[in-house]
């Protein structure tokens, strides 16, 4: 994380991370969150990360959407295969 942090300093970039904390705060973060604040999400972990950050996104009541990157930190990382 220590990285991704330098990197957004070093390009001037505002960010916010939101760590997820139980099962299934990665798809109820991107469903619930104020959207307004954010002009995208980066979900940083494995294939099971990005599947539930996409179906969070998808799922969401008001049916806004932002875009969403991904950065593999997984055991496995097919999706970057």
Do not use: W
């Not at 994380?1 to 990665?26: C, H, N, Q, V």
């Not at 990157?69 to 097919?78: K, R």
Request: glycine letters at 12%.
């Amino acid at each position: 994380m220590d990285i991704i942090k330098e990197k957004m300093r070093i390009y001037g970039i505002k960010y916010e991370i939101i760590m997820s904390e139980k099962p299934f705060d990665t798809f109820l973060i991107p469903n619930t969150f104020d959207i307004h604040k954010f002009c995208a999400i980066i979900a940083v972990g494995g294939d099971g990360t990005f599947h539930e950050v996409v179906n969070g996104m998808m799922q969401r009541k008001d049916k806004k959407k932002i875009p969403v990157g991904f950065i593999g930190n997984g055991s496995g990382n097919d999706t970057l295969k």
